[in-house]
């Protein structure tokens, strides 16, 4: 991570910026585009002068915060297949893509007003999440643990369709069994 003109921020600065961002995914996730900007930093322990100094926009955060939500929901997939079995590992990112979806729902109305601008927040994010999902079915194929004749993009419009019918964090029971519902519809029956 950089600075804007170019250097790598120093160790306590990334911190802070990390302190912001986390806790800016939990008050726009309770907030949405009500949220106090000095509420964020206040929940992330440092003063309104940092959180602008990082972030000089609303709209610059909120595109942060996107940004850094899906790179650490892509990023947990090869952590995942790395500490447990393929289709764990996939079970527990599906609750993670859960995590991202109520965050993002929290955020949606700021994201395409960015968008409205000419910016565009989500870049190649729909891609890297399909990545991730590749590299975990492709893993729990490989163990023989799901079927081959279901394509990546399938359980990835099966999220979006989960994500879309049951976001917010007062519908989550209903998402995590519907997830159940369609992992197991994976598995290979003997």
Known sequence: MTTGTGRPLRADA????????????????????DAHLERIAKEAGVGSG???????????LIEAVYRNEVAHLCDAAPALLARKSPDEALRTWTRLY???????????????AIAATGSN????????????????????????????DIQPS???????????????????????RLLDLTLDGLRIRP
Do not use: W
Request: hydrophobic content about 45%.
């Open 50 to 60: 940092t959180l602008y100094r990082n972030f000089p926009t609303r709209e610059a």
């Open 154 to 176: 399938d359980i990835g419009a099966a999220l979006e369709g989960i994500a879309l019918t049951s976001a917010g964090a007062e519908h989550r029971q209903q998402a995590e």
């Open 98 to 112: 859960l995590d991202y979806v109520t965050a993002k729902y929290g955020m949606i109305d700021a994201l395409r």
């Open 121 to 148: 927040p989500f870049g190649h994010s729909r891609e890297m999440i399909q990545a991730a999902i590749t590299s975990l079915m492709d893993a729990c194929m490989a163990a023989g643990a799901i079927r081959t």
């Open 14 to 33: 990334r911190r802070n910026r990390d302190k912001i961002l986390s806790a800016a995914v939990r008050v726009f996730a309770e907030e949405g585009l």
